[in-house]
């Protein structure tokens, strides 16, 4: 599976408000957090360069810069960036999404580090207004499960003070913002205290359609503990959409504790060398192929039939379709699955304000609304019966 590496363009507002803490809050979190906790291990991060689409001149550069000036105040010390590059390039290591386990153990230990931190990048551009997104997860390469993960997506406006106060909203300001939060959150959930805010993405979906769901009955009795999040198919010509959705799905079921994640890197490479590719369907033989190592009980998957990104300008709103499903490993047979299509102004607002201008936001909150029943079912609270539901 090939992917560019660059940086992708785009359109949202309400982000810092929506995904993210803003970074004053996680510093008060923090101080509580901290007043009464015993310090923590402070772990040694080896930041593996972000996948990443489209063309931002030294958009890498900028980021890494940004997350690195972060990682000290959340207790991670880091490997300094050239050495990762030398020994990724070294052993001709490109694509950072398909490395599997044996590899990530190899390259943690060859540049000293205890912890990985890889990405993607879905959005980065400054012009006609700053906007980034982008998501992030946590490996111990010791073992195979996602030890935390944050997703960021934040636009200039958001940052904008009354007129005549305060500085211009640069590019560089708002990534050294969204790169505060990102830390902060990674920080958080590595500290077993995992950032929820379902809350705040569900608060303004009240004009949004249900989605179609379909659940398992006594979902609870398969004990689904382990999931690996499979690349979503890219139905649109967005570069991108697919994992971006993926991504943001697996970001939702960390923050849960429901389960725990296993990276996808080993599962993609199986899945390629019995010669499926990027786009293709994975069909039954594949998931149970992917249950001999490392034990995966189920399966996400899923297909994202319509991104549009929306126009700011024209007050035109971003658009979602999509549909998702979680696949037993041990036998192929569906457990969960489900269908949604959103808009970003089907929301509660004043003159349009509140209304989602960027479409990973509005992928964003419907991941959230549809998982809900999901990990309820896990739990044995779901009190639904077979078929397809209106959650």
Known sequence: MCRGAGFIAAGSMLAALVVAAPSATAER????????????????????????????PDAWTLLWSAIQASLPSEGFDYVPPL??????????????????????????????????????????RSAPEPEVSFSGRLIDPRRLGIESMSFTALEGRSLMRPAGTGGPVTLERVVAEAAGQFVAELGASS????FDDSERLRRASALAPSPATFILPRLADRNIRRVVVLPFRNQTTHLGAGQAAADIFAWRLVASGQVSLVDAGDAVRRLLLRGWHTGAP????????????????????GSVDRWVEGVAAGAVPPEINFSARMLDAATGGILWAVEHERRGDQTHTIYGLGNVRLAEILMARSASEVLEPLLRALKGKEGSSPGVSRE
């Open 282 to 301: 994975v069909g039954r033989a594949e998931v149970l192929a992917l249950r001999e190592d490392p034990g995966i009980d189920a399966v996400l998957m």
């Open 191 to 194: 500290r077993g205290r995992p």
């Open 29 to 56: 979190a923090r101080q509580d957090e901290g007043a009464s906790a015993a310090p923590a291990a402070r772990h040694r991060v080896a930041v593996v360069p972000f996948t990443a689409r489209g063309g931002v």
């Open 83 to 124: 050495a990762m590059y030398t020994e990724m390039k070294s052993r001709r290591l490109r694509d950072a999404s398909i490395l599997t386990h044996e590899e990530l153990s190899s390259l943690a230990d060859a540049v000293g580090a205890d912890r990985l931190l890889l990405g993607e990048v879905y959005r980065f």
